[in-house]
């Protein structure tokens, strides 16, 4: 059994139009977090949400929101896409928001925009 | 501006061999530090992690240094083997267990 499963795989659709990926673990865990790896390779943080409280990364356009079901899933939808929004998105999760815990990734949706 | 850095873009190393993956970071404030495997189309795993108030950690095969005073980390595995061929990243986590990343060291471990 996946443990954290993202969905779709691949996506490939135009500039301007509005997508949503959804990401689910089965572990049980209390926090969620979603990270962009960008054509160099950086993985970076976009959001970490806890318990109904969501972090986010300042330099996140409000063009990408999260949403969360339930504590199982969280779920990144993206509005307006752009060219740079071009990527691999990781969707992740951990015990909790300790510093000592770690963290269990997806295997990414790859993000293409036209 | 990257608060944590791995200058070596790629290592190659024999079977058998030691390798060491190097990592440096720029804030004295980070609390804890980790280590991150990935191979080709997965998400990045855990191999292991140190506290910033030791100076070692050691996992089977995989063992973390910790210089506090010249802010560099370290990853040594011993031996290595081709299975340990894939991306290193080395990361610190901020407020609410966010990682930082490096940029990665692709190793490769010749048969």
Known sequence: DTAVSQTPKYLVTQMGNDKSIKCEQNLGHDTMYWYKQDSKKFLKIMFSYNNKELIINETVPNRFSPKSPDKAHLNLHINSLELGDSAVYFCASSQNAGADQPQHFGDGTRLSIL | ?111
């Not at chain 2, 083997?81 to 986590?93: I, K, L, R």
């Not at chain 2, 267990?97 to 471990?109: D, Q, S």
Request: net charge positive; glycine share 8%.
């Open chain 2, 1 to 111: 501006d990257q608060q944590v850095k791995q200058n070596s873009p790629s290592l190659s190393v024999q079977e058998g061999r030691i390798s060491i993956l190097n990592c440096d970071y720029t804030n004295s404030m980070f609390d804890y530090f980790l280590w991150y495997k990935k191979y080709p189309a997965e998400g990045p795993t855990f191999l292991i992690s140190i506290s910033s108030i030791k100076d070692k950690n050691e996992d089977g095969r995989f063992t973390v240094f910790l210089n506090k005073s010249a802010k560099h980390l370290s990853l040594h595995i011993v031996p290595s083997q081709p299975g340990d061929s894939a991306v290193y990243f080395c990361a610190t986590n901020n407020a609410g267990n966010m990682l930082t990343f490096g940029g990665g060291t692709r190793l490769m471990v010749k048969p």
